[in-house]
């Protein structure tokens, strides 16, 4: 079984207006990287990306940009199951997950979003950490809507 998932949302903006809110590391620590971002989502670059929920910035390489349409990011891979109230614990391992992130233009305005992140070995712990990542994925896009449509970030005050 291949480990890989897909999350969705649309978003009530233009798709620029989206994607920029994704490339651009200022707005990007406004609703999602709790620890703040560094550097500009452009292919090649090399950018972090810190979580209060997960110590440590993380490096994030771009492999590529299509402006307004898709970014394509690696970053290391964890196995293990994320830390929570009752324990947990997530190791890095030996190889990067690939997660593609695609915007599109909707005829009433607003902008459908894709994540997906595959890669994973097929182990348990691998399991388990790509269920956190989707959890993750999920949290991001609903913290793109609230930021962008209301001005909410809805991942302050959430893990510190």
């Known amino acids: 079984m291949e480990l890989k998932f897909r999350v969705a949302a649309r978003i009530a903006k233009p798709v620029h207006e989206v994607f ?7 707005q990007l620590s406004r609703y999602f990287t709790t620890g703040g971002a560094q550097g500009r989502i452009e292919e090649g670059a090399t950018v972090t990306w810190d979580f209060h929920d997960y110590p440590g910035a993380f490096p994030v390489q771009v492999t590529e940009v299509v402006p307004d349409e898709r970014i394509v990011l690696e970053w290391q891979a964890s196995e293990g199951e994320a830390p929570n109230l009752e324990g947990g614990e997530l190791t890095d391992a030996d190889y990067r997950t690939t997660v ?7 005829d009433d305005g607003r902008t459908l979003v894709e994540i997906a ?12 950490a790509s269920y956190g990542n989707c959890q993750g994925w999920s949290q991001m896009l609903c913290a793109l809507k609230a930021w962008l449509e209301h001005g ?7 893990y510190k």
């Open 117 to 128: 992140e595959e890669g994973w070995r097929e182990n348990q712990g691998a399991l388990q």
């Open 152 to 158: 909410i970030n809805l991942r302050d005050g959430m």
């Open 100 to 106: 593609t992130m695609t915007f599109k233009a909707l």
């Open 20 to 26: 920029e809110a994704v490339a651009d590391p200022d």
